[in-house]
């Protein structure tokens, strides 16, 4: 039987599988860094839950920083086009960067940040995803670290939003085409 949360919704993963996920990444983010600095760049606002446990994870010294993309769009599906809505505060010319964003899906938000990215040449560039839908690739990009891979559904909780509600769900849900709004 499936785990139900009290407002009827389907339980992908629990609280304490996405904090045993995100420790182990961290673990693995730390090993990686070899003791290097590390900036955060966390994509809004999907990402704002993961970040914030993710940074407790990572045993380096850190500093943090937000961009915000649009896709023109405010329910289940994006048009395809990105638009960079907030960009990141500090230059990240020669510094270790980890783009830390929520879901990797059709791939179009994270290879445009990639591109932009790129051209203030970072030291490194690394990706970390806690969910990944590789069915739904349309550009070409991989995450460094993923939390989940998972099928092509469509989740909320733990940051992530239907219409920009849900996001404080602790648990990661599905989203069922009948629930009712
Ligand atoms: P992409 O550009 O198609 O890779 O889309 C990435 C963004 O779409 C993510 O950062 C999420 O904000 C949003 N997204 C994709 N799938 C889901 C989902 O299942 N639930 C909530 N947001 C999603
Ligand atoms: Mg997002």
Known sequence: ???MTQQGLEVLYT???????????????????????????????????????????VHVDATFDFVATSSYGKGQRSSGAVKL??????????????????ILDTGLTLSYLRG???????????IATLLDKPSRRLEKIN????GFSIPNLF????????????????????????HPE
Do not use: H, W
């Open 155 to 178: 989740v909320i909780g733990y940051g992530m939003d239907y219409a920009e509600r849900y996001r404080n769900l602790p648990d990661i849900c599905l989203m069922t085409p009948d």
């Open 1 to 3: 039987m499936a785990t």
């Open 116 to 126: 932009i990215f790129l051209q203030q040449r970072p030291r490194s560039l690394r």
């Open 143 to 146: 995450a460094d670290y993923v």
């Open 85 to 102: 809505i907030k960009d990141l505060d500090e230059s990240i010319e020669g510094k270790n960067v980890l783009v830390v964003e929520d």
């Open 15 to 57: 609280r304490q599988q996405i904090a045993e996920r995100v420790e182990e990444m961290g673990a693995q983010i730390t090993r990686d860094l070899k003791g290097e600095k590390l900036v955060m760049v966390g994509v809004l606002k999907g990402a704002a839950l993961f970040l914030s446990d993710l940074a407790r994870a």
